[in-house]
């Protein structure tokens, strides 16, 4: 089976510029994430799907951040604008269901000079 | 709300020597507990789960057992390697309640020759 995969591994932005980082989850995994990992905060929650629907979209990142669900097999995380501070790993996981272990993808490090 | 501590990084220790990662959780439910590990370039991965109190789960030499009256999870081995070098994280997550799974910050494990 294949993992969760994601495109693209790295990316590097200017200031402002809008970027669209992609995911594929496992095959028949209802639930999808996205987090940001950084050295400092470890992973933090960006957003979390179920069935493709929107479950929790973390308060902090509404602003700039927003993840869609296109299809059961792929979803995306916008950045826009893009700053500086949002330099960081951008992990896609997915599960069969809530509680359960996630599956990580390879992740896609993200830097915005 | 469930949240997880773990030991603060970086843990640095020579080959052949002990670890103990602890974990400590708060919940009100009855959660199943992970354990993953995340090597340098990659995604988190599940290193062992136990959804049980009072059980022990193991994988590659590491073990943990839930303690559910004293809420902690410390994650052990007895004798590290190198290619034990990696960032630990431990994780709550409740199936039955329908709760997603929680992390803790992780910590960065480097073990030198």
């Known amino acids: 089976d294949a993992g969760v995969t994601q495109t693209p591994r790295h990316e590097v932005a200017e200031k402002g510029q809008t970027i669209i980082l992609k995911c594929e989850p496992v095959s028949g995994h209802n639930d999808l994430f996205w987090y940001r990992q950084t050295k400092i905060q470890g992973l933090e929650l960006l957003s979390y799907f179920r069935s493709k629907s929107l479950m929790e979209d973390g308060g902090a990142f509404k602003d700039r951040f927003k993840a869609e669900m296109l299809n059961s097999s792929f979803s995306t995380l916008k950045i826009q604008p893009t700053e500086p501070k949002d330099s960081a790993v951008y992990l896609c996981?997915?599960?069969?269901?809530?509680?359960?272990?996630?599956?990580f993808g390879p992740g896609t490090r993200l830097t915005v000079l | 709300g469930d949240s997880v501590t773990q030991t603060e990084g970086p843990v640095t220790l020579s080959e052949g020597t002990s670890l103990t990662v602890n974990c400590s959780y708060e919940?009100?439910?009855?959660?199943?507990l992970f354990w993953y590990v995340q090597y340098p370039g990659e995604g988190p991965q599940l290193l062992f789960k136990v959804p049980k109190a009072n059980e022990k789960g193991s994988n590659r030499g590491f073990e943990a057992t839930y303690n559910k009256e004293a809420t902690s999870f410390h994650l052990q081995k007895a004798s590290v390697q190198e290619s034990d070098s990696a960032v630990y994280y431990c994780a709550l997550g409740d199936p039955n309640s329908g709760t997603y799974q929680r992390f803790g910050t992780g910590t960065k494990l480097q073990v030198v020759p």
């Open positions: 919940t009100k439910q009855y959660p199943t």
């Open positions: 996981a997915s599960s069969l269901e809530k509680g359960i272990e996630q599956y």
